[in-house]
């Protein structure tokens, strides 16, 4: 019998979750009271750090969405920055957010079985684990679904609808793949169900001293209100073909959203080898690469180069000057200057015979100690991002707008001084003057800032290097951006599924990509897309 690799079997997840002390936090890997059944504290733990850990890193974030959305480019292999990118990236996206979604979905089993709840009950308040295991899979699954397109989907909401076959292998060894509307409006549903599910004085995934909740240390209260901001953000992504959003998001806002910096979902990382965030880990760990720099397209933006918003002194807090070495950075011995011309881009998107000494790296900016720290927190979703969906639904509103850029530059550490005088000098409220500062407030979160791009179309051509545009190199030498995939005239609309989908699942992927043209192609619109 058949069944579908890439969904990943119950064995291999088990076997994960036994070994999760090669992913870090050594010390919340064994259970002292039945070593049998891995405590819910450990599982969240190992699931959530796999789902950042394998896509903020060097190959799903590093050579595909984030050089796609031109926060940084590539001077080794360019053409990935063209959308000719490694299939094993897309395979590596589809394959670990699989593995951590089953892996919470097992949290929910294990807090429902009468024979495991009352050991875990020990783990925390069983309601309120099995609800914030209902919110990372409908992130997961949003994730997914915005990568891919229609995906195969599970909900515990929805674990009786025949239609939901994901995760349930040995009934459903080739399940069907769900169309997006299915999925984003379940996903919206057990965003409701869950924070309702969960109260909000309790704990979840905590055990003793240990905190198996790198996010929010168990705190309930704080995951209520990421399920509220959750589902505003997911509404507002869909409103224009799903009218019936409107009643999510201002259910979402009246429930409570984020309203501070101290509400962020972010992931939380050590600072050892071991326990690294997955970024710093590309530079000074495993590959140790130099081939990474921040994109020319986006400083000339915080250069106040491009567009109409001046000189952006989160610049400082993202980037080194120039003549910083890789370890310099990383130890943060340098002194951040105000003098703009020490920050250099790296030209995005060059052709292959033009990595010349013109680009050496001599001439380019490292990122900053900030980025280049093991304990650089990888955010699921921040306040500013809240503010600007607020700005967005209020018709554009001006105050919530200058609280997005706020909020942005007390998380990056900016002055107040310096954030003052850039924020009283920003032209109004507008679609395009929001949707740009959200990018800027994005940095680093890749995903989100393509999911904008593919929603309103902002930033546009006049900040991003579009295909056919022509860009300049460092020495002010001109050329086309020219993608390395026919038919490319924007940004990627999706990628493709992994190959081995046309062997494992090649009914079901058949049908998928029927809305394609037949072709898995990165061309193909996803629903929510005008």
Same mark, same amino acid.
């Given at each position: ?10 064995? #291999? ?49 590093? +050579? ?10 590539? +001077? ?22 699989? +593995? ?87 996903? $919206? ?58 009643? !999510? ?78 370890? !310099? ?96 000098? $920003? ?14 407030? #994005? ?10 791009? +593919? ?8 900040? $991003? ?8 190199? $460092? ?15 924007? #940004? ?39």
């Amino acid at each position: 019998m058949k069944f579908n690799k890439n969904i990943v079997l119950t064995a #291999l997840v088990g076997a994960f979750i036994l070994s999760s002390c090669d992913n870090g936090f050594d010390e919340m890997n064994t259970n002292p009271n039945n070593p049998e059944v891995a405590p819910t504290y450990t599982i969240f733990n190992a699931a959530t750090k796999r789902l950042m850990d394998e896509t903020r890193d060097e190959w799903v974030s590093g +050579r595909m969405v984030l050089p796609w959305v031109q926060y940084s480019s590539q +001077r080794n292999y360019t053409e990935e920055d063209k959308y000719q990118y490694r299939p094993s990236s897309g395979d590596q996206a589809w394959n670990n957010i699989y +593995r951590s979604i089953h892996n919470y979905k097992r949290i929910i089993e294990l807090c429902e079985d009468p024979v495991t709840a009352g050991e875990m009950k020990n783990y925390g308040d069983l309601q309120a684990q099995i609800g914030v295991a209902r919110i990372m899979l409908a992130y997961s699954f949003g994730e997914l679904a915005n990568y891919f397109g229609d995906v195969p989907y599970w909900s515990h909401g929805g674990k009786s609808n025949p239609e939901f076959q994901a995760l349930d292998i040995e009934k459903y060894p080739q399940p069907i793949y769900n169309k997006q509307e299915d999925v984003f409006k379940d996903i $919206l549903k057990e965003l409701r169900e869950a924070e309702a599910q969960i109260d909000g004085k309790a704990l979840a995934f905590v055990y003793g001293s240990v905190e198996g909740d790198k996010i929010y240390k168990g705190k309930a209260a704080n995951w209520k209100k990421f399920a509220n901001s959750l589902r505003l953000k997911f509404a507002n992504q869909i409103k224009e073909v799903y009218p019936a959003a409107q009643s !999510d998001i201002q259910d979402a806002i009246a429930k409570g959203v984020f309203t501070s910096n101290e509400d962020n979902a972010a992931l939380n990382y050590g600072s050892s080898s071991l326990e690294g965030s997955p970024f710093w880990a590309s530079f000074f760990t495993g590959d140790k690469r130099t081939d990474f720099f921040i994109n020319k397209q986006f400083l000339h933006l915080m250069k106040g180069e491009s567009g109409t918003y001046g000189k952006d002194p989160r610049l400082t807090k993202f980037v080194a000057p120039l003549g910083t070495s890789k370890g !310099d950075a990383a130890g943060g011995k340098y002194v951040e200057t105000d003098d703009y011309s020490k920050y250099q881009g790296m030209p995005y998107g060059l052709p292959s015979n033009r990595l010349s000494s013109n680009n050496a790296f001599a001439k380019l900016s490292m990122y900053s100690s900030k980025i280049f720290s093991p304990t650089y927190a990888e955010i699921l979703m921040e306040y500013a991002e809240v503010e600007f969906i607020l700005s967005e639904v209020n018709g554009w509103n001006q105050a919530n707008y200058e609280k997005g850029v706020q909020a942005s530059m007390d998380k990056w550490g900016v002055s107040e001084d310096k954030a003052t005088a850039y924020i009283a000098a $920003l032209p109004p409220a507008n679609k395009e003057n929001v949707i740009t500062q959200k990018y800027v407030a #994005l940095f680093m979160q890749p995903q989100t800032a393509w999911v904008e791009y +593919r929603r309103t179309g902002y930033p546009n051509g006049s900040i $991003l290097l579009l295909p056919g545009q022509t860009g300049y190199e $460092l020495d002010g030498t001109p050329y086309v951006f020219t993608p390395l995939v026919s038919g490319m005239t924007d #940004l990627p609309s999706r990628i493709a599924y992994p190959l081995a989908e046309q062997t494992v699942n090649s009914k079901n992927w058949s049908t998928a990509v029927q809305k394609y043209g037949n072709k898995d192609i990165i061309t193909g619109k996803l629903w929510w897309m005008p």
